[in-house]
């Protein structure tokens, strides 16, 4: 080892040893955090497919929403283990709730705030899994799994993701409200904030009815 240099004096020089075999230790240092980049890069991307083939096969990823509880199946994945899936169950008591939010906002006109006060003014009747916010009325408006759909991907590191970026599934499981009814709340909802993509979205909102057209509300501001 070569002695560390005293201050003052000029810095030592690497032995002829040290000289040979540091190019070589640089050179696999660089080689091994490129196939770990690249191993990282091939199991994010593995793992994201076998996400999108349950969401496509309609069981549901990430937390409960308000409305449905958890039937949890075993099934069979590609290599034949068997796993725990999830597909959603409505839970009446609290799907009664969603239908109300969404009869008050399309009907009765309220918005979340006005919402929130109605719910919190009768918690027996009105049961939350927390404490009532805006937050969770305008999750509930905003959220398609209450037409029925299965969804995934509504959000890319940590933010909003566009929703023609989503994987959707149809007909998943059963809709607490349909499709007309989703799209109506979309299209009374601020600038911004509703769930309306520029461009078609896998799944497909009806546009008319047996009685005609659908009635769509102007969009307020």
Known sequence: MTPASSPGEPAATHGRWWRWTHPFATRHAARQAHLLAAHHTWTTQRARQAQIALVRAGYHLGPIPFGYRAHRVTVPDPTGTPRRRVRLVIDP????VVTLIYRWYLEDRLDPTAIVTRLAADPLWYPAPRPWTTTIIRRILTNPVYTGATVWGRTIAGRPAPPELWIVCPH?????IDGRTFLRAQLLA???TGVLPPTL???EFP?????????TPRREA
């Open 207 to 215: 546009t008319t009815t047996s009685s005609g057209p659908v009635d």
């Open 201 to 203: 979205t896998p799944w």
């Open 172 to 176: 998943a499981h059963e809709a607490i």
């Open 190 to 192: 601020p600038p911004g």
């Open 93 to 96: 008591p609290a799907a009664t």
